[in-house]
């Protein structure tokens, strides 16, 4: 079944220690997202690619970058995380039809990150 | 502001008892919103969106813009609609917005 698949479901890492979260999918669409969502919290991008072209939400901290090398897999960079950087991290994707972008968005499972 | 809230975290009915998922809005465009749903141990998933006009699995939700409401209901609730559902609001530029969410609990 094509699917957003999301490695690893939970990461452990220390205070102030890079941690890299991966989100690959095999839908070919065009659009991924990341998304933070803290304990009974709504899930809030962070940013997204269409295709190559990164955007970043005005809100999102510098502490987190993302990188995306092909149309399959996208990652999620933390360089510090900090204590309020645990949270569950889901990756979504979506696939722009004729124009129209209002379209339905793909999850994964997402992953769980503690910061120690 | 950009808002979507749904005003309940917890909401619990008895099985095949009317079930209303309440879904507030704030956007001074034309909104366009969504239901997804999150069983147990699954993937967030579209459930609904109101350009589409349909009914799934036997839920329905309406735009009231002169309240800013879209609430998602069902007349009557299986045990299998147990779930986290979250209201969502496309802004446009490829940002969704979403409320916190509501649990469902449907008691047998």
């Known amino acids: 079944d094509a699917m957003v698949i999301q490695n690893p479901r939970y990461q452990v890492t220390q205070f102030g220690k890079p941690v890299t979260l991966s989100c690959s999918q095999t839908?070919?669409?065009?659009?991924m997202y990341w998304y933070q969502q803290k304990s009974s919290q709504a899930p809030k991008l962070l940013f997204h690619?269409?295709?190559?072209?990164?955007?970043n939400e005005a809100d999102t901290p510098d502490n987190f970058q993302s990188r995306r090398p092909n149309t399959s897999f996208c990652f999620l960079d933390i360089r510090s995380p900090g204590l309020g950087d645990a949270a569950m991290y889901l990756c979504?994707?979506?696939?722009?039809?004729?124009?129209?972008?209002?379209?339905?968005?793909?999850f994964g499972p997402g992953t769980r990150l503690t910061v120690l | 502001a950009q808002r979507v809230t749904q005003p309940e975290k917890l909401l619990s009915v008895f099985k095949g008892a009317p079930v209303e998922l309440k879904c507030n809005y704030s956007?001074?465009?034309?909104?366009?919103l969504f239901w997804y749903v999150q069983y147990s141990r699954q993937r967030l998933q579209l459930l609904l969106r109101?350009?589409s006009r349909e009914s799934i699995k036997g839920f329905t939700a309406d735009l009231n813009k002169g309240e800013t409401s879209f609430h998602l209901k069902k007349p009557f609730a299986q045990e299998e609609d147990s779930a986290m559902y979250y209201c969502?609001?496309?802004?446009?530029?490829?940002?969704?917005?979403f409320g916190a969410g509501t649990r469902l609990f449907v008691k047998a």
């Open positions: 979504a994707t979506s696939r722009p039809v004729a124009g129209d972008i209002r379209n339905e968005q793909f």
């Open positions: 839908l070919n669409h065009n659009v």
């Open positions: 690619y269409y295709d190559k072209d990164f955007n």
């Open positions: 956007y001074s465009g034309s909104p366009e």
């Open positions: 109101h350009i």
């Open positions: 969502a609001l496309y802004t446009g530029g490829f940002k969704t917005i």
